[in-house]
């Protein structure tokens, strides 16, 4: 398999010009043309036009997207899988949302180790934007996220919640807390919707964040109030820095699980999402 050719052309789709692709596979745009030439010689149908416009893919191009994209998610999991032989049967690269990350992924990890032994865990923390382009990229073979994108080839499924909780280290019901010491949590556009219907007084605050440890070290920093996660208000009241806003809603998340359509029902994945049983809060609707 000529990979290059493939990632060559599907970069292109995305940047739709010959000048930007070549910068950021760091080649020259010669050998981009030279590159889409060998796969169109290999087809013999042009799959991208040029005009003034821009560079447009043919009716063959956009037929080839899709067997382009499994292509190349196939060619990094056989690029993995051997590169990684060794004692374990098997390898597995997955993906966690940053906020489910601080509290469970070592549990989740645990759970995984004990139905599987002999698999090789890699896991990243990352937002669901990227961890969705690396699942459709073949980056990942799993992600547990916050924010499906329902790619053509992706599939996903709702596996749980978690609960965020108002804190302050200053008030104690909401009609006290002021919005000129508010940060605002933006852990999703899932979350923002629903802050923005319960709170829309305190939507428009100057400052903001999208993760978890950093809202947390901000309240602990500049004080204030603001949506934690549940484990993490616990732990500021704890430490004596902020407590529960008590009449605040409280603002939950689903979390989904994303594998591959091609994957989806591969005996490793199901134990993996299996192994987050009891470790969320069970799903209800938002």
Same mark, same amino acid.
């Given at each position: ?5 493939? !990632? ?5 789709? %995305? ?23 060998? +796969? !169109? ?5 042009? +799959? ?21 994209? @499994?292509?190349?998610?196939? =060619?990094? %999991? ?5 590169? #990684? ?22 549990? =989740? ?5 004990? %139905?599987?032994?002999?698999? !090789?865990?890699?896991? %990243? ?11 459709? @990229? ?18 996903? !499924? ?5 609960? $965020? ?6 008030? &104690? ?11 605002? #949590? ?8 629903? &802050?923005?219907?319960?709170?829309? &007084?305190?939507?428009?605050? #100057? ?14 920093? +500049?004080?204030?109030?603001? $949506?934690?996660? #549940? ?10 820095? @902020? ?23 591969? &005996? ?19």
């Amino acid at each position: 398999m000529q990979v290059d050719l493939i !990632e060559t052309f599907l970069d292109l789709m %995305e940047t739709r010009s010959f000048n930007r692709t070549a910068e950021r596979l760091n080649i020259t745009q010669s050998t981009v043309s030279h590159r889409v030439k060998a +796969l !169109e010689a290999q087809f013999n149908r042009k +799959l991208f036009t040029r005009n003034k416009g821009g560079t447009v893919p043919t009716a063959s191009g956009l037929r080839f997207l899709d067997y382009a994209k @499994a292509l190349q998610n196939q =060619w990094h %999991e056989a690029t993995r899988a051997v590169a #990684s032989a060794g004692a374990l049967e098997r390898s597995m690269r997955l993906g966690i949302q940053h906020d489910l990350a601080e509290t469970l992924a070592g549990r =989740w990890v645990a759970a995984i180790r004990r %139905e599987l032994p002999t698999t !090789e865990i890699y896991m %990243e923390a990352d937002y669901s934007n990227q961890m969705n382009r690396d699942l459709a @990229a073949g980056e990942l073979d799993l992600a547990i996220l916050y924010t499906p994108h329902y790619l053509p080839d992706l599939h996903y !499924e709702r596996i749980g919640e978690l609960h $965020y909780l108002m804190v302050s280290t200053d008030a &104690h019901e909401i009609g006290e807390v002021k919005p000129e010491t508010y940060i605002r #949590s933006s852990y999703s556009p899932a979350f923002d919707r629903a &802050h923005r219907l319960a709170l829309p &007084h305190l939507s428009a605050a #100057s400052l903001a964040a999208g993760q978890n440890m950093a809202i947390t070290g901000l309240l602990q920093a +500049l004080g204030g109030a603001a $949506y934690v996660t #549940s484990a993490a208000a616990l732990r500021l009241s704890e430490l004596g820095v @902020a407590s529960r806003v008590t009449d605040a809603p409280v603002i939950p998340q689903a979390v989904y699980a994303a594998t591959s359509l091609r994957t989806r029902h591969a &005996h490793q994945h199901r134990k993996i999402i299996a192994s987050m049983d009891g470790l969320l809060l069970p799903s209800e609707s938002l």
